[in-house]
T-cell receptor, first 111, second 113 residues
Framework: GGIITQTPKFLIGQEGQKLTLKCQQN?????MYWYRQDSGKGLRLIYY???????QKGDLSEGYDASREKKSSFSLTVTSAQKNEMAVFLC??????????FGPGTRLTVL | GEQVEQLPSILRVQEGSSASINCSYE??????FPWYKQEPGENPKLIID?????ERKQIQELIVLLDKKAKRFSLHITDTQPGDSAMYFC????????????FGGGTRLTVRP
């Protein structure tokens, strides 16, 4: 079996700060995703990547950048953190239109 | 893009009874409909899925139904147990969208002993 690792687990930032979240997977999956989950709510797609060096915008891409450095890693940047922002960012990977495997999440708090 | 509506947002049932969650989608090109379960503090996990060439699929106590004409699909949990208490998310995907999933807003299911 494989595993998805997200770092950091907790991220505390200041308003206006640029923050980077990292995700690694060893499933050898082609497709990777970044989702945002607000407390008690659904998952909203920020960016996804079909293969290395590919980048596709999701429904919530404004205010974020992403980078697929290599097949196993996908990073997400919050370009300017918003005050009082709190959410969990979930990374996932899959083989095309099959099961998505999720990481444990990065919990963001902006002071 | 695709939009998925999920109802109800909160569902409370008695242990041993059935629970039903309904989802609707807009894009008739969507052809893959997974369901994910998320327990408190955990990440979402796939529990069952259905593709557009099927109308019904069952895995143990989980039944999914798909009505392509009405653009609706549903999850039915028979004989619910307290361990079924969790958040449930439906999703829809169109193959040509590069495996992009659009999730519903979620249903918080509580099974009372």
């Amino acid at each position: 079996g494989g595993i998805i690792t997200q770092t950091p687990k907790f991220l505390i930032g200041q308003e206006g700060q640029k923050l980077t979240l990292k995700c690694q997977q060893n499933f050898n999956h082609d497709t990777m995703y970044w989702y945002r989950q607000d407390s008690g709510k659904g998952l909203r797609l920020i960016y996804y990547s079909i293969t290395e060096n590919d980048l596709q915008k999701g429904d919530l891409s404004e205010g974020y950048d992403a980078s697929r450095e290599k097949k196993s890693s996908f990073s997400l940047t919050v370009t300017s953190a918003q005050k009082n922002e709190m959410a969990v960012f979930l990374c996932a990977s899959s083989i095309w239109q099959y099961e998505q495997y999720f990481g444990p999440g990065t919990r963001l708090t902006v002071l | 893009g695709e939009q998925v509506e999920q109802l109800p947002s909160i569902l409370r049932v008695q242990e041993g009874s059935s629970a039903s969650i309904n989802c609707s989608y807009e894009d008739s090109a969507s052809n893959y409909f997974p369901w994910y379960k998320q327990e408190p503090g955990e990440n979402p996990k796939l529990i069952i899925d259905i593709r557009s060439n099927m109308e019904r699929k069952q895995i143990q106590e989980l039944i999914v139904l798909l009505d392509k004409k009405a653009k609706r699909f549903s999850l039915h949990i028979t004989d619910t147990q307290p361990g079924d208490s969790a958040m449930y998310f439906c999703a829809a995907s169109e193959n040509n969208a590069g495996a992009k999933l659009t999730f519903g807003g979620g249903t918080r299911l509580t099974v009372r002993p």
